[in-house]
Protein backbone atom coordinates (compact mmCIF):
# COMPACT_ATOMS: atom_id res chain seq x y z
CA UNK A 1 0.00 0.00 0.00
CA UNK A 2 1.39 3.43 -1.11
CA UNK A 3 3.13 4.94 2.37
CA UNK A 4 3.35 8.68 3.56
CA UNK A 5 3.21 11.06 0.86
CA UNK A 6 5.13 14.45 1.46
CA UNK A 7 5.52 17.08 -1.31
CA UNK A 8 7.43 19.12 -2.06
CA UNK A 9 10.96 17.20 -1.42
CA UNK A 10 13.09 20.40 -1.26
CA UNK A 11 12.31 24.01 -0.63
CA UNK A 12 14.66 26.93 -1.16
CA UNK A 13 12.96 30.16 0.50
CA UNK A 14 13.94 33.87 1.53
CA UNK A 15 13.36 35.21 4.84
CA UNK A 16 10.39 36.85 5.33
CA UNK A 17 8.25 34.23 2.60
CA UNK A 18 6.07 32.06 3.85
CA UNK A 19 5.67 28.11 2.99
CA UNK A 20 3.00 25.60 2.17
CA UNK A 21 3.85 22.04 2.80
CA UNK A 22 1.29 19.00 2.11
CA UNK A 23 1.34 15.71 3.30
CA UNK A 24 -0.91 12.53 2.48
CA UNK A 25 -1.69 9.75 4.92
CA UNK A 26 -1.47 6.19 4.32
CA UNK A 27 -5.52 5.34 3.23
CA UNK A 28 -7.74 5.12 5.90
CA UNK A 29 -5.41 7.08 8.45
CA UNK A 30 -7.05 9.64 10.03
CA UNK A 31 -4.67 11.42 12.43
CA UNK A 32 -1.46 13.37 10.52
CA UNK A 33 0.92 15.07 12.92
CA UNK A 34 4.06 17.14 11.93
CA UNK A 35 7.35 17.07 13.69
CA UNK A 36 10.38 19.65 13.03
CA UNK A 37 13.64 17.99 12.96
CA UNK A 38 17.13 20.39 13.37
CA UNK A 39 20.68 19.44 14.29
CA UNK A 40 20.65 21.91 17.70
CA UNK A 41 16.70 20.99 19.17
CA UNK A 42 16.26 17.59 17.58
CA UNK A 43 12.40 16.12 16.77
CA UNK A 44 10.03 18.62 17.76
CA UNK A 45 6.14 17.82 17.53
CA UNK A 46 4.33 20.87 15.47
CA UNK A 47 0.79 19.65 15.94
CA UNK A 48 -1.87 16.89 14.88
CA UNK A 49 -4.63 16.81 12.93
CA UNK A 50 -7.85 14.54 13.23
CA UNK A 51 -10.80 14.60 11.84
CA UNK A 52 -10.25 18.18 10.29
CA UNK A 53 -9.72 19.51 14.07
CA UNK A 54 -6.44 20.28 15.78
CA UNK A 55 -5.93 17.97 18.86
CA UNK A 56 -2.66 18.41 20.09
CA UNK A 57 -0.24 21.54 19.41
CA UNK A 58 3.55 21.76 20.28
CA UNK A 59 5.61 24.63 21.48
CA UNK A 60 5.71 26.80 18.53
CA UNK A 61 4.89 30.61 17.53
CA UNK A 62 2.07 31.22 16.01
CA UNK A 63 3.77 31.59 11.97
CA UNK A 64 2.97 27.47 12.40
CA UNK A 65 -0.40 26.85 11.33
CA UNK A 66 -1.77 24.09 9.75
CA UNK A 67 -4.98 22.15 8.55
CA UNK A 68 -6.53 19.15 7.50
CA UNK A 69 -9.01 18.10 4.66
CA UNK A 70 -11.78 16.09 4.49
CA UNK A 71 -9.78 13.22 2.62
CA UNK A 72 -7.35 13.75 5.52
CA UNK A 73 -4.45 15.19 3.62
CA UNK A 74 -2.82 18.02 5.45
CA UNK A 75 -1.18 20.64 4.73
CA UNK A 76 1.13 22.87 7.07
CA UNK A 77 2.43 26.60 6.85
CA UNK A 78 5.01 29.21 8.23
CA UNK A 79 4.74 32.64 7.51
CA UNK A 80 7.14 35.17 8.21
CA UNK A 81 10.52 32.40 7.67
CA UNK A 82 13.42 33.20 9.66
CA UNK A 83 16.76 31.39 8.72
CA UNK A 84 16.10 29.61 11.83
CA UNK A 85 13.20 27.60 10.17
CA UNK A 86 15.22 25.56 8.11
CA UNK A 87 14.52 22.08 8.83
CA UNK A 88 13.45 18.77 7.89
CA UNK A 89 9.56 18.44 8.40
CA UNK A 90 8.22 15.30 8.90
CA UNK A 91 4.25 14.30 8.94
CA UNK A 92 3.35 10.89 10.18
CA UNK A 93 0.14 9.25 10.12
CA UNK A 94 -1.55 6.75 11.95
CA UNK A 95 -4.83 4.86 13.10
CA UNK A 96 -5.58 6.76 16.08
CA UNK A 97 -4.88 3.97 18.96
CA UNK A 98 -6.80 1.44 16.95
CA UNK A 99 -3.05 0.08 15.65
CA UNK A 100 -0.41 1.48 17.36
CA UNK A 101 2.42 3.08 15.27
CA UNK A 102 3.18 5.95 13.26
CA UNK A 103 4.52 6.17 9.65
CA UNK A 104 6.65 8.78 8.73
CA UNK A 105 6.86 10.60 5.27
CA UNK A 106 10.25 10.93 3.36
CA UNK A 107 10.05 14.21 5.07
CA UNK A 108 10.51 18.35 3.31
CA UNK A 109 13.78 19.56 3.49
CA UNK A 110 13.57 23.41 3.92
CA UNK A 111 16.23 25.50 4.06
CA UNK A 112 15.53 29.38 4.83
CA UNK A 113 18.60 31.68 3.25
CA UNK B 1 6.95 18.18 31.58
CA UNK B 2 7.88 14.83 29.57
CA UNK B 3 11.81 14.44 28.76
CA UNK B 4 13.44 11.38 27.10
CA UNK B 5 17.27 10.78 27.26
CA UNK B 6 19.38 8.89 25.30
CA UNK B 7 22.77 7.96 25.71
CA UNK B 8 25.05 7.75 24.11
CA UNK B 9 24.72 10.34 22.30
CA UNK B 10 27.53 8.72 20.05
CA UNK B 11 28.57 5.35 19.56
CA UNK B 12 31.32 3.60 17.53
CA UNK B 13 31.73 0.21 17.40
CA UNK B 14 33.74 -2.85 15.61
CA UNK B 15 31.67 -5.23 13.41
CA UNK B 16 30.78 -8.43 15.32
CA UNK B 17 30.70 -6.84 19.05
CA UNK B 18 27.70 -5.97 21.31
CA UNK B 19 25.78 -2.61 22.53
CA UNK B 20 23.31 -1.44 24.16
CA UNK B 21 21.82 2.08 24.12
CA UNK B 22 19.74 3.23 27.04
CA UNK B 23 16.31 5.50 26.90
CA UNK B 24 15.06 7.00 30.03
CA UNK B 25 12.06 9.23 30.35
CA UNK B 26 10.76 11.12 33.22
CA UNK B 27 6.86 10.50 34.23
CA UNK B 28 4.36 7.33 33.39
CA UNK B 29 4.07 7.04 29.91
CA UNK B 30 1.73 4.34 27.49
CA UNK B 31 3.80 3.49 24.54
CA UNK B 32 7.55 3.58 23.78
CA UNK B 33 8.54 3.41 19.92
CA UNK B 34 12.34 2.90 18.66
CA UNK B 35 13.08 4.19 15.00
CA UNK B 36 15.98 4.48 12.75
CA UNK B 37 17.08 7.55 9.92
CA UNK B 38 19.80 6.88 7.89
CA UNK B 39 21.28 10.59 7.02
CA UNK B 40 18.98 12.57 4.85
CA UNK B 41 15.96 9.95 5.16
CA UNK B 42 12.80 9.93 6.94
CA UNK B 43 12.02 7.32 10.38
CA UNK B 44 11.87 3.88 9.79
CA UNK B 45 9.98 2.27 13.20
CA UNK B 46 11.64 -1.00 14.05
CA UNK B 47 9.88 -1.76 17.96
CA UNK B 48 6.69 -0.57 19.87
CA UNK B 49 6.77 -1.27 23.27
CA UNK B 50 3.27 -1.09 25.25
CA UNK B 51 3.95 -3.13 28.69
CA UNK B 52 6.11 -3.89 31.30
CA UNK B 53 8.78 -6.37 30.73
CA UNK B 54 8.06 -5.96 26.91
CA UNK B 55 10.95 -7.46 24.74
CA UNK B 56 10.96 -7.85 20.98
CA UNK B 57 13.17 -8.49 18.68
CA UNK B 58 14.27 -8.59 14.82
CA UNK B 59 17.19 -9.68 13.54
CA UNK B 60 20.05 -8.48 15.24
CA UNK B 61 18.19 -5.72 17.32
CA UNK B 62 16.41 -6.09 20.61
CA UNK B 63 14.18 -3.71 22.42
CA UNK B 64 13.42 -4.48 26.30
CA UNK B 65 10.88 -2.12 28.61
CA UNK B 66 11.23 -1.74 32.26
CA UNK B 67 7.72 0.83 33.07
CA UNK B 68 8.71 0.86 36.50
CA UNK B 69 12.77 2.06 36.03
CA UNK B 70 11.39 4.70 33.30
CA UNK B 71 14.09 2.95 30.85
CA UNK B 72 13.96 0.88 27.74
CA UNK B 73 17.50 -0.43 26.22
CA UNK B 74 17.88 -1.03 22.22
CA UNK B 75 20.54 -4.31 22.36
CA UNK B 76 22.75 -4.30 19.54
CA UNK B 77 24.22 -8.21 18.92
CA UNK B 78 26.90 -8.57 16.72
CA UNK B 79 26.85 -5.73 15.00
CA UNK B 80 27.19 -5.33 10.99
CA UNK B 81 28.04 -2.17 8.92
CA UNK B 82 24.45 -2.18 7.50
CA UNK B 83 23.28 -0.95 11.28
CA UNK B 84 25.05 2.33 10.99
CA UNK B 85 22.19 4.97 11.29
CA UNK B 86 21.19 7.16 14.03
CA UNK B 87 18.06 5.54 16.75
CA UNK B 88 15.63 7.64 18.53
CA UNK B 89 13.41 6.34 21.18
CA UNK B 90 10.29 7.99 21.46
CA UNK B 91 7.23 8.00 23.86
CA UNK B 92 3.63 8.69 23.68
CA UNK B 93 1.11 9.44 26.80
CA UNK B 94 -2.13 8.49 27.17
CA UNK B 95 -4.56 7.07 23.90
CA UNK B 96 -5.58 9.33 21.15
CA UNK B 97 -2.54 11.55 22.24
CA UNK B 98 -0.83 11.42 19.09
CA UNK B 99 2.15 13.51 20.02
CA UNK B 100 5.65 11.60 20.33
CA UNK B 101 8.25 12.98 22.57
CA UNK B 102 11.66 11.96 21.18
CA UNK B 103 15.11 10.72 23.03
CA UNK B 104 18.23 12.90 21.63
CA UNK B 105 19.20 10.19 19.58
CA UNK B 106 22.39 7.94 19.50
CA UNK B 107 24.48 8.23 16.14
CA UNK B 108 25.69 4.46 15.40
CA UNK B 109 28.46 4.03 13.23
CA UNK B 110 29.61 0.28 12.79
CA UNK B 111 33.45 -0.06 11.64
CA UNK B 112 34.27 -2.74 9.60
Known amino acids: KAGVTQTPRYLIKTRGQQVTLSCSPISGHRSVSWYQQTPGQGLQFLFEYFSETQRNKGNFPGRFSGRQFSNSRSEMNVSTLELGDSALYLC????????????FGSGTRLTVV | ELKVEQNPLFLSMQEGKNYTIYCNYS?????LYWYRQDPGKSLESLFV?????AVKQEGRLMASLDTKARLSTLHITAAVHDLSATYFC????????????FGTGTRLTIIP
Open chain 1, 92 to 103: ASSLNGVNYGYT
Open chain 2, 49 to 53: LLSNG
Open chain 2, 27 to 31: TTSDR
Open chain 2, 90 to 101: AVERGFGNEKLT
